[in-house]
């Protein structure tokens, strides 16, 4: 089957580096976006993993390994507004794949 | 640019009622999605279009679901009854293509069914 998995839940602190893991079973699969969504809003877009490694976007940084089937969100120095729900999403061929997401905590 | 717009933003609705959303994707964006999220859920693909044709429904609850986007740009997403399971948020996303790195979402509608 086509499925996405990523922990439910994650703490953390401010100024903290937080590391939200997604694992994944899709075929034809060809990059991997995350997504951000704060409670009562859209989903917007933060990256996306065509090909193997890292890609850094400010504090945000993303990883694709496609051997492994995985990749990750790397979110650093966080802050208490990147207290959200946070989706991986595989794109194939024919449609976006979404994870269950993990919802963020960030404490003072 | 304007972003993807949908309406109405809140629904309340009776069940057995029909009940219609609508929406406006960003111009030029040829695929068009429409979901159906559940809190603490991610969003559930129900139909994807390309420009205007539904080149994947097998999400979608045809007994009671309907969707058309004419001219392949506004869509409309129908249910018809409602029934109280069918509270949640319907969200519109557009991509340029399905090859594309960037989904942009709508505000969605919240509906709740009494």
């Known amino acids: 089957g086509q499925s996405l998995e990523q922990p439910s839940e994650v703490t953390a602190v401010e100024g903290a580096i937080v590391q939200i893991n997604c694992t994944y079973q899709t075929s034809g699969f060809y990059g991997l976006s995350w997504y951000q969504q704060h409670d009562g809003g859209a989903p917007t877009f933060l990256s996306y993993n065509a090909l193997d490694g890292l890609e850094e976007t400010g504090r945000f940084s993303s990883f694709l390994s496609r051997s492994d089937s995985y990749g990750y969100l790397l979110l650093q120095e966080l802050q208490m507004k990147d207290s959200a729900s946070y989706f991986c999403a595989g794109a194939n061929n024919r449609k976006l794949i979404w994870g269950l997401g993990t919802s963020l905590a960030v404490n003072p | 640019e304007a972003g993807v717009v949908q309406s109405p933003r809140y629904k309340i609705i009776e069940k057995k009622q029909p009940v219609a959303f609508w929406c406006n994707p960003i111009s030029g964006h040829n695929t068009l999605y429409w979901y159906r999220q559940n809190l603490g859920q991610g969003p559930e693909l129900l139909i994807r279009?390309?420009?205007?044709?539904?080149?994947?429904d097998s999400q979608l609850p045809k007994d009671r679901f309907s969707a058309e986007r004419l001219k392949g740009v506004d869509s409309t997403l129908k249910i018809q009854p409602a029934e109280l399971g069918d509270s949640a948020v319907y969200l519109c996303a557009s991509i340029q293509s399905v090859r594309g790195t960037e989904a942009f979402f709508g505000q969605g509608t919240r509906l709740t069914v009494v």
């Open positions: 279009y390309e420009n205007e044709e539904a080149v994947d």
